[in-house]
């Protein structure tokens, strides 16, 4: 292959749905593999890579753009709409990343040693830190999608006990993600009943859960790999319903 | 009359007014509507609690929402002050959303419920 004309050449547009998202971003992520591939070749023999690394750092920034950005503003969407699959996508994406700063670590110990050009050098040292980025940005998103787990748990939870409620939906608000305490917003038909009655009755019920949780998974550590960690569903509590 | 519970009072008139399914208001969408509604819901609960608060009105400095956080969560012992504190919580996270989060998903909220929450704090005759 000649380095010179190496391209990733991608094609990632604005997504709209999960699925077409996760096509998308996997196609990301081979490219990017592919690319810190010929790029470890080429450093053996000393060859300047510095179009590879061009080419990684306009991945990184339309990835940032199409990917992160988007999941930034429907990753709640995503996980009421299939956790699962939203979890998958974002193993992937962790340990893509997890890859990329191994091998960033790599080459500044390469590029130390060797004659390389003041613009690769730039190049990787932002390259670093843009994956540094992704790597709290995914940790934020894998956290939401625990937290959407636990409010989904939560509301059906209520509706299978308060059966006299026509029960329509739940919120929270994601800028109380690093809260201790979260509130779950509910939207549902009390049939006239006074509303701070109502929002007494299902907070009752709510704390009895958390206590629940709290003694089933107290004795249960959850790892932590490659420096993400897994325990927001452990750290999640609800205290309190408010109807909205 | 106090002319903050003034404006709080004339603020629900207007949400009352805007929900009226008769109204119609011509080339906004919806759901700005109903951002807009709630941005007016929370302030007119703003407004009434600062109008307990005279010290308040006179401060020239801090943040007056979160100071009236504050100060709502220093009484909250009080059940009717905390039902206050809960109900400013929630319009103030609501009314981010709806001001500046164009990108959150929009919540399932019921303005009648919201309104009523409002109301039947902006009615009381007194909050402390």
């Given at each position: ?9 991608l ?9 077409a998202?996760?096509?998308?971003t ?7 593999q ?28 339309q ?5 992160i ?22 193993s992937r ?11 960033y ?40 999608t625990?937290?959407?787990?636990e ?18 939906d ?22 006239g009943?006074d ?10 019920e ?39 | ?21 008769t ?9 700005s ?11 007119a609960?703003?407004n ?49 959303w ?31």
């Amino acid at each position: 292959m000649d380095i010179k004309k190496f391209s990733m050449s991608l094609t990632l547009i604005a997504t709209l749905s999960l699925h077409a998202l996760a096509d998308n971003t996997n196609e990301y992520i081979d490219k990017e593999q592919k690319a810190i591939k010929y790029a470890k070749e080429y450093l053996v023999d000393n060859h300047d890579v510095s179009v590879i690394f061009k080419e990684l750092k306009k991945s990184s920034e339309q990835f940032n753009d199409n990917v992160i950005k988007f999941l930034n503003s429907k990753i709640t969407d995503f996980a009421k709409e299939d956790s699962q699959k939203t979890g998958m996508l974002l193993s992937r994406l962790a340990l893509h990343n997890e890859i990329k700063i191994k091998f960033y670590k790599e080459l500044k110990k390469i590029v130390k040693k060797n004659k390389f050009t003041k613009n690769m050098k730039e190049n990787l040292i932002l390259l670093d830190h843009l994956s540094k980025d992704f790597k709290k940005e995914i940790q934020r998103f894998i956290d939401i999608t625990y937290i959407e787990i636990e409010a989904k748990n939560n509301f059906k939870a209520l509706e299978v006990i308060f059966t006299g409620y026509q029960f329509n939906d739940y919120w929270y608000s994601i800028s109380d993600v690093y809260l201790d305490n979260m509130v779950l917003f509910l939207s549902l038909n009390n049939n006239g009943e006074d509303i701070f009655d109502t929002e007494d009755k299902l907070t009752k019920e709510l704390l009895s859960f958390q206590n629940l949780k709290k003694d089933m998974t107290k004795d249960i550590t959850l790892p932590n790999i490659g420096g993400f960690n897994f325990d927001k569903i452990n750290k999640t509590h609800f205290i309190r319903v408010s109807l909205i | 009359m106090n002319e903050y519970k003034e404006y709080s009072e004339t603020l629900t008139h207007c949400v009352y007014t805007m929900m009226q399914p008769t109204i119609i208001v011509k080339n906004i969408d919806k759901l700005s509507l109903e951002k807009s509604l709630i941005s007016r819901l929370y302030y007119a609960l703003f407004n009434r609690i600062i109008a307990e608060l005279p010290k308040l009105q006179l401060s020239t400095t801090g943040n007056k929402h979160s100071q009236i956080n504050a100060i709502l969560l220093q009484k909250s012992s009080n059940n009717s002050i905390k039902q206050v504190h809960q109900v400013f919580n929630d319009m103030q996270t609501l009314r981010i959303w709806a001001d500046y989060k164009p990108n959150e998903s929009t919540p399932p909220y019921n303005l009648n419920i919201l309104q009523t929450k409002v109301y039947a704090i902006v009615n009381r005759g007194k909050l402390f």
